[in-house]
């Protein structure tokens, strides 16, 4: 219902692409999700959303004359949270299981992070574009505990940031875009659908419908904030 949203999925309509908004449920709405949660819990929460996702994929798949989708070029694109949930469901197989033949054309995660590097592998990794600051205190732009919170919980939850599923995707030679803003905080997991996307349309087209070399880009700028 993000009035954001609406517009970014009709500009992204206006050059030629479907865009899907997709809710999911917010499980730990009123239970916080900081240091006090176990990851236990937050791997929960995370399976609910991605789950949640998997379901309307599912619908908008099962109705082809509405939706018009095909079904081998489709791309995950999440922000914050929501970017943890399409990593977790581009990059674990099993969820693609659920539905026959389902291969995912690749993954946008702004402001996002992996909870097991190790879940990108030779047979999964597709072109993945990381848009992220490198002052994100909440979800890191390198490796760190969910939310910081090393010593603060039992069994700390760690997060793969972009810098690293970059270097693993550099070395699989899959084609990847990091977009680096040096010192920008976690307000681009939102700040990026406008002023990211052209950007964004730049990997989808090069990288994903109509590659003509492997590119690897890396780009960084300097943002002040406001």
Not at 23 to 38: A, N
Not at 98 to 110: K, N, P, Q, R
Not at 131 to 140: E, Q, S
């Amino acid at each position: 219902d993000s009035k954001g949203l609406e517009y970014f999925c009709k500009r992204m309509a206006s050059r030629g692409y479907a865009a899907i908004s997709v809710s999911y449920r917010l499980t730990m709405k009123d239970i916080g999700f900081d240091c006090e949660i176990t990851p236990e819990q937050k791997l929960s929460a995370i399976d609910s959303a991605t789950n949640d996702v998997l379901m309307a994929l599912k619908k908008v798949l099962a109705e082809p004359s509405n939706f018009k989708i095909d079904k081998s070029k489709i791309v995950l694109l999440g922000s914050s949270a929501g970017a943890e949930t399409v990593l977790n469901l581009a990059y674990n197989t099993a969820y693609k299981e659920e539905i026959e033949g389902l291969e995912f054309a690749g993954v946008v995660s702004l402001s996002g992070a992996l909870t097991n590097i190790n879940s990108i592998t030779f047979e999964n990794a597709i072109p993945t574009q990381m848009i992220h600051g490198t002052g994100d205190a909440l979800v890191p732009y390198d490796v760190a505990a969910h939310h910081y919170c090393d010593g603060k919980e039992v069994d700390g939850l760690m997060l793969y940031g972009p810098s690293y599923m970059a270097q693993r995707l550099k070395g699989m030679n899959v084609p990847y875009y990091l977009y680096t803003i040096q010192g920008g905080t976690h307000e681009w997991a939102g700040k990026a659908f406008t002023y990211c996307f052209n950007e964004i349309v730049n990997f989808l087209y090069n990288d994903v419908v109509s590659p003509s070399v492997l590119r690897q880009t890396e780009q960084t700028i300097l943002f002040t904030e406001k």
